[in-house]
T-cell receptor, first 114, second 110 residues
Framework: GAGVSQTPSNKVTEKGKYVELRCDPI?????LYWYRQSLGQGPEFLIY????????DSGLPNDRFFAVRPEGSVSTLKIQRTERGDSAVYLC????????????FGAGTRLSVL | QQQVKQSPQSLIVQKGGISIINCAYE??????FPWYQQFPGKGPALLIA?????SEKKEGRFTISFNKSAKQFSLHIMDSQPGDSATYFC?????????FGAGTRLTVKP
């Protein structure tokens, strides 16, 4: 694809529900990142994948958050038992995984937990 | 943990002026320092980036200055324009371990 695609663009859910956020990276990019951005803040690192494996998941805030990338391309961020504090924009980025580490970002998914 | 500190939080500059945003990092293993520009409702987009083997990089009106010993780097926007009004983020890292600063909201007044 032309760029990183994230779906849905907006997600409204109720407290306690389960949500899945999808990221389609640029074709051929081996590295994929998830960030969370609250209003007026910089992106907060959550997890990054190199291929199918999570190379660093130290940013996941707790065990309600989980991410997968089973075939090394599309990734899904999963949030269980959502809380109002989870409301934020969730950004995905991909990079070639080599060289200059330039990250290409999607437009994000705005999650609102009511 | 805040590995990258960015200042100021917000900045107002007159059209034609110079905008300066600063970042400091802690991890001496970091070897890649990009700046991103973000408009409302959009993801961050790469503006300019530098490696620690040079002290300055210029692309058009945008310049990065890098001080390895001080572990600091800054973005200079010359001849600032209203269209430059956005939020700017520095990032630092390497080996795909990248961390963002908290951002600077730049407003360029006509």
């Amino acid at each position: 694809g032309a760029g990183v695609s994230q779906t849905p663009s907006n997600k409204v859910t109720e407290k306690g529900k389960y949500v899945e956020l999808r990221c389609d990276p640029i074709s051929g990019h081996t590295a994929l990142y998830w960030y969370r951005q609250s209003l007026g803040q910089g992106p907060e690192f959550l997890i990054y994948f190199q291929g199918t494996g999570a190379a660093d998941d130290s940013g996941l805030p707790n065990d309600r958050f989980f991410a997968v990338r089973p075939e090394g391309s599309v990734s899904t961020l999963k949030i269980q038992r959502t809380e109002r504090g989870d409301s934020a924009v969730y950004l995905c980025a991909s990079s070639t995984g080599t060289g200059a580490n330039i990250q290409y970002f999607g437009a994000g998914t705005r999650l609102s937990v009511l | 943990q805040q590995q990258v500190k960015q200042s100021p939080q917000s900045l107002i500059v007159q059209k034609g002026g110079i905008s300066i945003i600063n970042c400091a990092y802690e991890n001496t293993a970091f070897d890649y320092f990009p700046w991103y520009q973000q408009f409302p409702g959009k993801g961050p987009a790469l503006l300019i980036a530098i490696r620690p083997d040079v002290s300055e990089k210029k692309e058009g009106r945008f310049t990065i200055s890098f001080n390895k010993s001080a572990k600091q780097f800054s973005l200079h926007i010359m001849d600032s324009q209203p269209g430059d009004s956005a939020t700017y983020f520095c990032e630092a890292g390497g080996n795909n371990d990248m961390r963002f600063g908290a951002g600077t909201r730049l407003t360029v007044k006509p």
